[in-house]
């Protein structure tokens, strides 16, 4: 069993920071992969940043949101500043790993954390 969960959403004015944390536990044997995806009332769920376990980032808010990721304790976080109205959506955390029991890499996801971003 693989347990991915999120935290740090909540409500901010724009303008503000807010900083998640999502951390994988459970029968892991390596991970790959971990990612943010976002998805807003009625939209489809977007790709936000990943981050691979030598700490190759790639991302798609650039200059406001920041990825970045602790190994040891299996735990990725996003950073995120200079936040706006339309950042607001529920953040998925997707962990890409390799469990105990199986040697194929398979993607987890967690609950989802909500952010919202008044103006």
């Known amino acids: 069993q693989v347990q991915v969960v999120e935290s740090g959403g909540g409500l901010v004015q724009a303008g503000g920071s807010l900083r998640l944390s999502c951390a994988a536990s459970g029968s892991i044997f390596s991970i790959k992969t971990m990612g943010w995806y976002r998805q807003a009332p009625g939209e489809q769920r977007d790709w936000v940043a990943t981050i691979t376990h030598n700490g190759n980032i790639a991302d798609s808010v650039k200059g406001r949101f920041t990825i970045s990721r602790d190994n040891a304790k299996n735990t990725v976080y996003l950073q995120m500043n200079s936040l706006k109205p339309e950042d607001t959506a529920v953040y998925y955390c997707?962990?890409?790993?390799?469990?105990?029991?199986?040697?194929?890499?398979?993607?987890?996801w967690g609950q989802g954390t909500q952010v919202t971003v008044s103006s």
């Open positions: 997707a962990v890409v790993l390799i469990t105990n029991s199986d040697d194929r890499e398979v993607t987890f």
